[in-house]
């Protein structure tokens, strides 16, 4: 059985992100939506949101469900039996951010890196960017998934007021 583990921070997921699991699930058995620490990033969203936010992103994929990663990357992909990690990349940024995390959990584990390229009708949408617009008082209902605009203008209010 082939299992792929597609990891990010998700914070938020966009339609960039449901695109790549989508095609990952036709490439592979199992795709398991690995939500991660990235050292450096603090989120907006709680990992309980980015976790229920995807659930709901993903709920018509049989083949697809959403886990943790509670330390190392490569060690999670051990626990679930998954030989590939699966990235999409948007452009040369994306790929020289992404090149020495693959190169380095080659280097941990031997997992493989499979990059697709972003889907043309997404390859402007990045997690960063949604949170910028929505900052600023833009409309990101058209890039995220059913529900991400509402929890994303929710907390960037309550972020405002303090909470
Ligand atoms: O969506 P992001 O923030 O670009 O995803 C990066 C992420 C979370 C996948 C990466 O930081 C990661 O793998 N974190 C888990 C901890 C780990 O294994 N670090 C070593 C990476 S080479």
């Given at each position: 059985m082939s299992i792929a583990v597609c990891p990010g921070s998700f914070d938020p997921v966009t339609l960039g992100h449901l695109d790549v699991v989508r095609r990952g699930a036709e490439l592979f058995d199992e795709v398991v939506v690995a939500v991660a620490t990235h050292a450096g990033k603090a989120p907006l969203l709680s990992l309980d949101e980015r976790v229920a936010l995807l659930e709901r992103a993903v709920a018509d994929l049989a083949t697809v469900r959403v886990a943790v990663v509670p330390g190392l990357l490569v060690d999670f992909c051990t626990q679930v039996g998954a030989?590939?990690?699966l990235k999409g990349l948007r452009g040369g940024g994306d790929y020289d951010a992404e090149l020495p995390m693959a190169w380095m959990n080659r280097h941990?584990?031997?997992?493989?890196?499979l990059f697709l390229p972003a889907g043309r009708q997404v390859s402007h949408i990045a997690s960063?960017?949604?949170k910028d617009v929505a900052r600023h008082g833009g409309r990101i209902e058209d890039l995220v998934p059913d529900g991400v605009a509402e929890a994303v203008m929710a907390r960037l209010g309550a972020t405002r007021s303090g909470d």
């Open positions: 030989t590939v990690l941990l584990s031997g997992v493989e890196t960063s960017l949604v």
